[in-house]
């Protein structure tokens, strides 16, 4: 089953009806991610203000602020299962159909898509995926320095947004699956180039 697209899902918003402040909270902050993700298939990016997130949540601002710092901060959230594919790569034995699927979802969006990779928004994506990958790398590579694994992790995910960036902006012509590989593809050669022994999962095979 495709993952769930956070710019695609029309969700009836959900409201705790229970009486403690934890669950109050969480129908608040719940409410708030379903409110963007609505605003999002219908607006720009930049036309979508706190202002307009929480009264489509139907909570105050004050609310807003209590979850989410910036709506960049909410943006980052929603795309977290996106990231979470993304950052899986680097340690695949190969292209994973969750990836594709959010490459198409890219793809189909991609007026928007690229308002939201382009400028500071793109910035904190790209550190977003950073963070994502940094731990898998130090998993998968117990050769690799702990002083390493954020340089490492900062590489692959600025090419994996850059490649994004190219390919959504009509560089060249390429398929979300033939997408999905070169990132595959490029995580992978990137780790591999900078841990020896220690990452063995996309050594091609020895010849006979």
Not at 53 to 79: M, P, W
Not at 159 to 186: D, F, K, N, Q, V
Request: aromatic share 6%; glycine share 6%; charged share 20%.
């Amino acid at each position: 089953m495709p993952p769930q697209c956070p710019n695609c899902r029309v969700i009836a918003l959900r409201r705790s009806n229970g009486s403690g402040v934890k669950d109050q909270r969480q129908g608040a902050r719940r409410a708030l991610l379903d409110a963007f993700a609505e605003l999002a298939l219908s607006r720009r990016y930049q036309e979508i203000g706190v202002g307009l997130i929480a009264g489509r949540a139907a909570v105050a601002r004050s609310t807003f602020y209590y979850h989410f710092r910036t709506k960049d901060e909410l943006l980052l959230q929603n795309l977290k299962p996106m990231l979470s594919a993304l950052a899986r790569l680097a340690t695949a034995a190969e292209p994973t159909q969750d990836v594709i699927d959010w490459v198409t979802h890219i793809w189909e969006h991609r007026v928007r898509s690229r308002r939201i990779f382009d400028g500071a928004t793109g910035r904190k994506i790209a550190e977003a995926l950073a963070s994502a990958l940094e731990p898998k790398l130090e998993a998968a590579m117990a050769g690799l320095a702990r002083s390493t694994a954020p340089l490492l992790a900062d590489q692959i995910a600025g090419s994996m947004i850059g490649l994004l960036r190219a390919w959504i902006a009509g560089r060249a012509a390429a398929s979300p699956p033939e997408i999905a590989a070169m990132l595959w593809t490029g995580a992978t050669a990137i780790a591999v180039s900078n841990a020896n022994d220690a990452f063995p999962l996309a050594r091609p095979p020895r010849q006979a």
